[in-house]
């Protein structure tokens, strides 16, 4: 860190910008890259910042007004204009690379017969970012019942969190229907009479199927 601190603002501000927007772009995905990709995303979202924070700088000069182009180390005016501008660039450009750029890209190639991938981590990466409204889920377990939660019922009971969690260990959801193995099926409240609402977890090893209702 006390090397990090030594170095030129200007580098500084490349690489904190960078790792902001590679954090943006990588969240929830749970990538591992090595070393040197890493750092070379970390220096492409920083320069890309960086440019664009020269490229507003430059705009409002033509306006008439001051902006700092260039990081003075003794003036700490442009280091912070600078910085915030870099960060805003950075990240705003994740942004649009994780909503529109990438889903972009993977088309052209996919359509130039390059690659059919979508680079997800997993399958259920691919599922979760899908751009789907889903309407229900039903969970397999291992022993045989099925829970369903419907999430229009789930939403209008008030629950404090989204109607589904969904994660590498298993599943947390608010049951509104149990489909046994033998039996008849029966309804389930998410809210009990004091007021605490249910939600229930089923870990990884537990479950043997995932079947999602959703449209586009």
């Known amino acids: 860190m006390n090397d990090l601190l030594k170095l030129p603002y200007e580098i500084q501000i490349v690489l904190v910008a960078g790792y902001l927007g590679y954090k943006l772009v990588t969240a929830t995905k749970k990538a591992e890259h090595k070393t040197e990709d890493?750092?070379?995303?970390v220096l492409v979202f920083g320069t890309v910042g960086r440019v664009?924070?020269?490229?507003v700088a430059r705009l409002v000069m033509t306006l008439g007004y001051w902006a700092p182009t260039t990081v003075?180390?003794?003036?700490?005016?442009?280091?912070?204009?600078?910085?915030?501008?870099?960060i805003a660039g950075s990240?705003?450009?994740?942004?649009?690379?994780?909503t529109h750029l990438d889903k972009a890209v993977k088309g052209v190639m996919s359509y130039l017969n390059i690659y059919h991938d979508d680079h997800e981590t997993s399958a259920l990466r691919s599922v979760t970012s899908a751009k789907a409204r889903w309407s229900f889920i039903q969970v397999h377990l291992a022993n045989g019942t099925i829970l369903e939660s419907l999430f229009k019922l789930a939403e209008q009971s008030g629950i404090p969190s989204r109607p589904i969690i969904l994660n590498d260990d298993g599943i947390a959801l608010y049951v509104t229907t149990?489909?046994?193995?033998?039996?008849?099926?029966?309804?389930c409240e998410q809210v009990t009479p004091s007021g605490e609402t249910i939600i229930t977890y089923v870990p990884r090893s537990e479950i043997k199927q995932i079947d999602i209702g959703w449209k586009k």
């Open 91 to 98: 990240v705003g450009f994740a942004m649009l690379w994780r």
């Open 38 to 41: 890493f750092l070379l995303q």
């Open 52 to 55: 664009l924070s020269y490229l």
């Open 72 to 86: 003075v180390d003794t003036d700490y005016n442009s280091v912070a204009v600078i910085s915030a501008l870099s």
């Open 178 to 187: 149990i489909h046994p193995k033998e039996g008849e099926s029966r309804e």
